[in-house]
């Protein structure tokens, strides 16, 4: 069985930090493209990083200066570092696990999300 299992979010005041876990099961974990979106009542899920099995990275403009992925093969498991956290960052966080060819999705896995407020 497939299992993407969020954890470390919370609540948090603005210019705080928080460092999100995701711990990977039942796939190849190294060949998988990592991902962190979030959803907010009333938005869609956007794009927050993303880190390829090679390492490269992509982010959204909006937290590139503040977030960082990174990823661990030997444990399964990617991370959301997230400093100077803003009010607009409050979300839910989802884990995905994705492979793809040629742009092309072939399979894609969700982990169930971990809330993380910002407020003061």
């Known amino acids: 069985q497939v299992q993407l299992v969020e954890s470390g979010g919370g609540l948090v005041q603005p210019g705080g930090s928080l460092r999100l876990s995701c711990a990977a099961s039942g796939i190849i974990f190294g060949t998988a493209t990592m991902g962190w979106y979030r959803r907010t009542p009333g938005k869609q899920r956007e794009l927050v990083a993303a880190i390829t099995g090679a390492g490269r990275t992509n982010y959204t403009g909006l937290v590139k200066d503040r977030f960082t992925i990174s990823r661990d093969n030997a444990k399964n498991t990617v991370y959301l570092q997230m400093n100077g956290l803003k009010p607009e960052d409050t979300a839910v966080y989802y884990c995905?696990?994705?492979?793809?060819?040629?742009?092309?999705?072939?399979?894609?896995?969700w982990g169930q999300g971990t809330q993380v407020t910002v407020s003061s």
């Open positions: 995905n696990a994705r492979y793809s060819v040629r742009d092309y999705v072939v399979r894609e896995y």
